[in-house]
C-alpha cells in the first residue's frame, strides 16, 4: 500500500495550493479517505474527509477555504486551498479508512508566510 502526497510547498498568505494524494494498493473507491495536518509541537488533527458516498467533514478553522475532492478512475485524492493563513502552515497527510484498514502517507509540507 502507498499514500504519496505532492503539492505542498512555501506560499504568501492569501496564495492557493492544490495537494494531491495517490494512492495503490488499495480499493480506493471503498476507502474514506482524508486530510489531516500537524503544526510544529502540535499534535495531529483532521482537516477533512470524503467517504466513499461523497459525504464530506472539514474542520471549522478551514471551511469555506479548502475543498476536498477525490477521483476514484485515478485512485487520487486531492483538497484545494484557498486563502492561505500562517496558522495553515503544517505538515499534511493523506490517510485511507475503511473498514479495520487504516493507511497513512509520509506527508508533504506547507508552509505559509505572513
Known amino acids: 500500500v502507498q499514500l504519496v502526497e505532492s503539492g505542498g510547498g512555501l506560499v504568501q498568505s492569501g496564495a492557493s495550493l492544490r495537494l494531491s494524494c495517490a494512492t495503490s494498493?488499495?480499493?480506493?473507491?471503498?476507502?474514506?479517505m482524508g486530510w489531516y495536518r500537524q503544526a510544529p509541537e502540535n499534535e495531529r488533527e483532521l482537516v477533512a474527509t470524503?467517504?466513499?458516498?461523497?459525504?464530506?467533514n472539514y474542520a471549522d478553522s478551514v471551511k469555506g477555504r479548502f475543498t476536498i475532492s477525490r477521483d476514484n478512475a485515478k485512485n487520487t485524492l486531492y483538497m484545494q486551498k484557498n486563502r492561505l493563513k500562517p496558522e495553515d502552515t503544517a505538515v499534511y497527510y493523506c490517510n485511507a479508512a475503511w473498514e479495520k484498514a487504516e493507511h497513512w502517507g509520509q506527508g508533504t509540507q506547507v508552509f505559509v508566510s505572513s
Open positions: 470524503r467517504t466513499s458516498g461523497g459525504s464530506t
Open positions: 494498493g488499495i480499493i480506493f473507491r471503498f476507502y474514506t
